[in-house]
């Protein structure tokens, strides 16, 4: 059942004291400032009005919010007396909001995606009167470690393409219905949240191109560790650099060939060279693809002439121990 929350009833000397209580308690306790008090000719009996409403579904708490222009401050005193962690999801409704947490400063137009944690100081600056509609989530919920939610934190998510054109209007219009969700939906859709969010966070970009190319290196280098793991595929590699099989995949969009395509590539080219080695006194074929991850033979042989236009008996035959050196090159890895 919806909370309504207003300073409507409220008389002007008492309603920046009762709004700040409302946003405490709907939101998480945050200092209200009404815009532009303490500047240079500011009205300094200044007031803010608003309106609150606030829901539940399953462990989300949903708030939607109009009220005039003022800036709210999440301090670390208001930290320590609140300490419970939310990531809070804001998407703009009417009017600009300009949020600033670790050193981070962006602003959004109606329409835009904001993402905060809430155990951590913030400034929200709305310098005219807004709309917005606000989703907390429990840091328990989500399956993202902190620097994970520290690269998203005080930033600004796209909402044009990827997951953001999907998360903004399914979070603006879950707020909304919430109140109509039964038990047994609201629990679905609220989980439905969370993994969106994982997703959203997955792909959020990572900061630099350096740490973008750091982090293929590392994810190259773990599956030539591992090729002789009959068990490697997208999902361990991901799970290892502790992102999700999605941004993964996406990291190897611009290498120009698929995680899966590549780890059987690196295999290819491990057996090539193995089997150069000691002409026909070398290991047997069905040997040298068991050693380097492949389950099946007639599976190994089959991408093997693919690659290299030869079954494995062949291609030891015609080709020479100078060749080896090439191998690479020519599986195109």
Not at 137 to 149: E, G, Q, T, V
Not at 188 to 209: C, K, N, Q, S, Y
């Amino acid at each position: 059942m919806s909370l309504l929350l207003s300073t409507d009833a409220t008389p002007a000397g008492e309603r920046l004291a009762r709004w700040a209580d409302i946003v405490g308690r709907a939101l998480v306790p945050m200092r209200v400032t009404p815009y532009g008090a303490g500047e240079p000719g500011a009205d300094t009996a200044a007031v803010v009005s608003g309106r609150v409403v606030a829901d539940r579904l399953g462990p989300l708490r949903l708030c939607t919010v109009e009220a005039d222009a003022q800036r709210l401050t999440r301090t670390r005193a208001d930290i320590a007396r609140s300490p419970r962690p939310f990531v809070a999801a804001h998407v703009q409704i009417s009017g600009r909001a300009e949020l600033r947490q670790d050193g981070r400063a962006v602003t959004v137009e109606a329409g835009g995606l904001l993402v905060h944690d809430t155990t951590r100081p913030y400034t929200l600056d709305f310098p005219e009167p807004f709309a917005c509609r606000v989703v907390l989530l429990p840091r328990h919920a989500l399956d993202l470690s902190d620097d994970d939610l520290r690269r998203i934190s005080g930033t600004a998510v796209g909402t044009d393409a990827g997951v953001g054109a999907i998360l903004m209007p399914f979070l603006a219009t879950l707020v909304a219905s919430a109140p109509s969700c039964p038990p047994a939906v609201a629990d679905r859709l609220a989980a439905g949240v969370v993994d969106l969010f994982g997703t959203l966070v997955a792909e959020h970009p990572r900061p630099g191109d350096d740490a973008r190319d750091d982090l293929v290196r590392r994810v190259r280098d773990h599956i030539d560790r591992h090729l002789a793991d009959p068990g490697l595929s997208p999902d361990t590699v991901a799970a290892a650099h502790h992102i999700s099989v999605r941004y993964l995949h996406r990291l190897f969009e611009k290498e120009g060939i698929t995680v899966g395509r590549y780890i059987q590539r690196r295999r290819l080219a491990r057996c090539a060279r193995e089997l150069l080695r000691g002409g026909a006194a070398g290991p047997g074929v069905a040997a040298v693809a068991h050693r380097w991850g492949f389950v099946s033979s007639a599976h190994f042989s089959r991408s093997f002439r693919g690659v290299y236009g030869h079954s494995p008996r062949e291609w030891r035959t015609l080709k020479a121990a100078a060749f080896s050196d090439a191998v690479d090159d020519v599986a195109g890895v």
